[in-house]
């Protein structure tokens, strides 16, 4: 069993930056691959970065790249989204996953999630 916490979301300007963190527990958070998916109202979660246990293969979506980054810090059990140039398309609940297979962007995939934290873009 994994226990995903997510925070760092809140309202931000168009063209700002935030950034996620989500803390793990419950099992050993250096064997788990970890992702960002996000969901805005009435719309599918869509897959926005991915990093491997070893923190050497990350993976981003097309519609964020050049402007996210994922990274994480296995000492502390945290994976983080820096999120930059954020648009009025961005606004949307961000969630933290883990599964145990590296490079996966579909949703079915993970089987531990977090609550989510809402991302909002004001114009």
């Known amino acids: 069993q994994v226990q995903l916490v997510e925070s760092g979301g809140g309202l931000v300007q168009a063209g700002g930056s935030l950034r996620l963190s989500c803390v793990a527990s419950?099992?050993?958070?250096?064997?788990?691959?970890m992702a960002w998916f996000r969901q805005a109202p009435g719309k599918e979660r869509e897959f926005v970065s991915t990093?491997?246990?070893?923190?050497?293969?990350?993976y981003l979506g097309d519609s964020v790249k050049g402007r996210f980054t994922i990274s994480r810090d296995n000492g502390e059990n945290t994976v983080y989204l820096q999120m930059n140039s954020l648009n009025p398309d961005h606004p949307a609940v961000y969630y933290c996953?883990?599964?145990?297979?590296?490079?996966?962007?579909?949703?079915?995939?993970?089987?531990?999630w977090g609550q989510g934290t809402q991302v909002t873009v004001s114009s």
């Open positions: 990093i491997s246990w070893s923190t050497t293969g990350t």
């Open positions: 419950g099992r050993t958070f250096s064997t788990l691959a």
């Open positions: 996953a883990s599964c145990t297979i590296a490079r996966r962007a579909r949703a079915s995939d993970y089987v531990y």
